[in-house]
């Protein structure tokens, strides 16, 4: 007789329903988006022709603001980019109205990114995701566990609504958002983004969103692949810093209620639209007008279209409206490509057919550098690119990059906002009610070749289990644990984010 598991099977039929949902949510927002950037260009078009038109812009950009600000004003889990909230629910140190973040995203999202703002629309589609999972839960009246799994099972799906990639949506949630890779987890994040998938796909087409022509780049050439990476590495650095303090640009403008920032970006938005429409939004077609050669890729045009792409979209982000930074970045690290090969080729020192490769390389070492997600940055661009042909070069230059980056003393970019809009946590007592928690046994970590009782677990922490590959054991005190090793706890649900950093720690061996 065969044993059926169904625990994973329920698990999967949930992720089923859950990507539905989210797959119809997300493209709806995508739609939102795109339509509407193609409607501003189509008025700035028309102000060349008659001034009235700029007039109209104008006033149709101050009314945009006074929406939005009233929108997200009552909840501040609403603005920037979504991805920082949702870790902060995965690791119990934010509580979010999901209603509240589902309607309000989805509305001041398409106003904001679909204007013309230089932000993306992935990090709302993850936080739309997250949303759609919790509310099932809540729906179903699902325990905490549960409700955790559907949140970033509804955050991979969304991702993947957003960009057509399945399989990066659900690596970049388990090596960004929910760092667990418990076979319930993968199972539910992976099928709920493929089911995403399949939704997008049947109303967006099956064509590649960021379809670039490629050649296959010769060994005689990889020389330049550490160059590349060491650049990407510094100037992700700069990203960061610049990011991280973009709210900064707006103490001068504090008499201006923070939730009303989105004027000043609107002044840079009509700037820029009316005289290079195609560099607003979060840089998707100027992504593709480059594969593609619509842009004429000299030094200085690119340099330019750096210039204000890095700043502008800084200032947009700092302006606190609904919008990622995900998008941006890949846009970013294709024109750093694309100044590279430039730069390379004006010095006969490179064959200027490879413009593309090294666009594409750009974007994957750019975002490894920022995101500190290398694994997620290779699928994903092999996946937007619809190439699977440049693994060894995204490789090799993912793996430059982040260790310039870290070199350098780069955190991870996510991470960082979520201890921005986070405050610190104190230990509270006890609630009296357990949550399942897992950790992973590190190579001479503080765990390792450990008894479980030798190990000073923090308060109101139960270790269940051990899970040793397909193997499930019984966690007594004389178990003696093992690199690989997961560890199925129960911790204090007052208490979770704290207990469950201080049990990382002393895995990792800091305690």
Do not use: C
């Given at each position: 007789?065969?044993?059926?598991?169904r625990?994973?099977?329920i698990?999967?039929?949930?992720a089923?329903?859950v990507?539905l949902?989210?797959?119809?949510?997300v493209?709806?927002?995508?739609?939102g988006?795109?339509?509407?950037?193609v409607?501003?260009?189509?008025l700035?078009?028309l102000?060349?022709?008659?001034?009235?038109y700029?007039?109209?812009?104008?006033?149709?950009?101050?009314?945009?603001?006074i929406?939005i600000?009233m929108?997200?004003?009552?909840d501040?889990?609403?603005?920037?980019?979504?991805?920082p909230?949702?870790?902060?629910?995965l690791?119990?140190?934010?509580?979010?109205?999901?209603?509240?973040?589902?309607?309000?995203?989805?509305?001041?999202?398409?106003?904001?990114?679909?204007?013309?703002?230089?932000?993306?629309?992935?990090?709302?589609?993850?936080?739309?995701?997250?949303?759609?999972?919790?509310?099932?839960?809540?729906?179903r009246r699902?325990?905490?566990?549960?409700?955790?799994?559907?949140?970033?099972?509804?955050?991979a799906?969304g991702?993947s609504?957003?960009?057509?990639?399945?399989?990066?949506?659900a690596?970049?949630?388990l090596?960004?958002?929910y760092?667990s890779?418990?076979?319930?987890?993968?199972?539910?994040?992976?099928?709920?983004a493929?089911?995403?998938?399949?939704?997008?796909?049947?109303?967006?087409g099956?064509?590649?969103?960021?379809h670039?022509?490629?050649?296959?780049?010769?060994?005689?050439?990889?020389?330049?692949?550490?160059?590349?990476?060491?650049?990407?590495?510094?100037?992700?650095?700069?990203?960061?810093k610049?990011?991280?303090?973009?709210?900064?640009?707006?103490?001068?403008?504090?008499?201006i209620?923070?939730?009303?920032?989105?004027?000043?970006v609107a002044?840079?938005?009509?700037?820029?639209?009316?005289?290079?429409?195609?560099?607003?939004?979060g840089?998707?077609?100027?992504?593709?007008?480059?594969?593609?050669?619509?842009?004429?890729?000299?030094l200085?045009?690119?340099?330019?279209?750096?210039?204000?792409?890095?700043?502008?979209?800084?200032?947009?982000?700092?302006?606190?409206?609904?919008?990622?930074?995900?998008?941006?970045?890949?846009?970013?690290?294709?024109?750093?490509?694309g100044?590279?090969?430039?730069?390379?080729?004006?010095?006969n020192?490179?064959?200027?057919?490879?413009?593309?490769?090294?666009a594409?390389?750009?974007?994957?070492?750019?975002?490894?550098?920022?995101?500190?997600?290398?694994?997620t940055?290779?699928?994903?661009?092999?996946?937007?690119?619809?190439?699977?042909?440049?693994l060894?070069?995204?490789?090799?230059?993912?793996?430059?990059?982040y260790?310039?980056?870290?070199?350098?003393?780069?955190?991870?970019?996510?991470?960082?906002?979520?201890?921005?809009?986070?405050?610190?946590?104190?230990?509270e007592?006890s609630?009296?009610?357990?949550?399942?928690?897992?950790v992973?046994?590190?190579?001479?970590?503080?765990?390792d070749?450990?008894?479980?009782r030798?190990?000073?677990?923090?308060?109101a922490?139960?270790?269940?289990?051990?899970?040793r590959?397909?193997?499930?054991?019984?966690?007594?005190?004389?178990?003696?644990?093992?690199p690989?090793?997961?560890?199925?706890?129960?911790?204090?649900?007052?208490?979770?984010?704290?207990?469950?950093?201080?049990?990382?720690?002393?895995?990792?061996?800091?305690?």
């Amino acid at each position: 007789m065969f044993q059926i598991d169904r625990t994973r099977i329920i698990s999967v039929g949930r992720a089923v329903v859950v990507g539905l949902l989210v797959g119809f949510v997300v493209s709806g927002f995508r739609f939102g988006v795109e339509r509407s950037l193609v409607m501003w260009k189509r008025l700035y078009s028309l102000a060349h022709q008659n001034v009235i038109y700029l007039i109209v812009i104008a006033s149709l950009l101050v009314l945009i603001t006074i929406v939005i600000g009233m929108i997200i004003k009552p909840d501040p889990n609403v603005n920037g980019s979504g991805i920082p909230q949702v870790e902060g629910q995965l690791a119990g140190r934010l509580d979010v109205n999901a209603f509240s973040v589902l309607w309000r995203k989805f509305t001041a999202g398409i106003l904001a990114i679909g204007s013309g703002a230089m932000l993306g629309r992935e990090g709302p589609s993850i936080q739309l995701g997250a949303a759609v999972g919790q509310l099932y839960a809540q729906k179903r009246r699902f325990t905490e566990e549960q409700r955790r799994l559907m949140i970033a099972t509804g955050s991979a799906a969304g991702l993947s609504a957003a960009f057509a990639a399945p399989v990066a949506g659900a690596m970049f949630v388990l090596e960004e958002i929910y760092r667990s890779f418990s076979m319930l987890v993968w199972l539910g994040t992976l099928t709920g983004a493929v089911v995403a998938d399949i939704v997008s796909t049947k109303i967006f087409g099956l064509k590649p969103v960021l379809h670039i022509q490629m050649h296959s780049l010769p060994l005689g050439m990889y020389w330049m692949l550490p160059v590349l990476g060491i650049i990407l590495g510094i100037l992700g650095y700069a990203y960061q810093k610049v990011t991280l303090n973009a709210s900064n640009f707006y103490k001068p403008f504090s008499f201006i209620p923070r939730q009303f920032h989105f004027g000043i970006v609107a002044i840079g938005i009509i700037l820029i639209g009316y005289f290079i429409p195609d560099m607003l939004g979060g840089g998707n077609n100027l992504i593709l007008n480059l594969g593609h050669k619509q842009i004429t890729p000299t030094l200085f045009v690119l340099l330019g279209i750096f210039l204000i792409r890095f700043s502008f979209s800084a200032i947009s982000f700092g302006s606190g409206v609904p919008g990622g930074i995900f998008l941006p970045i890949l846009s970013l690290g294709a024109v750093i490509g694309g100044l590279v090969s430039v730069t390379a080729s004006t010095l006969n020192i490179w064959n200027s057919i490879y413009f593309n490769d090294l666009a594409v390389l750009g974007m994957v070492g750019y975002f490894a550098a920022i995101s500190k997600a290398p694994f997620t940055a290779i699928i994903l661009i092999a996946e937007m690119v619809g190439s699977l042909e440049h693994l060894v070069p995204l490789a090799i230059v993912v793996l430059i990059s982040y260790l310039t980056n870290d070199v350098l003393g780069g955190q991870p970019i996510y991470e960082s906002l979520l201890e921005k809009i986070v405050q610190p946590l104190k230990i509270e007592d006890s609630s009296g009610k357990l949550t399942e928690a897992r950790v992973r046994v590190m190579p001479d970590g503080g765990m390792d070749q450990k008894e479980i009782r030798e190990v000073s677990w923090p308060k109101a922490t139960v270790v269940s289990r051990v899970e040793r590959g397909s193997q499930e054991i019984i966690a007594r005190g004389d178990v003696v644990m093992q690199p690989g090793d997961e560890l199925v706890l129960f911790v204090d649900t007052a208490n979770y984010a704290n207990v469950l950093a201080k049990i990382k720690q002393i895995s990792k061996g800091d305690n």
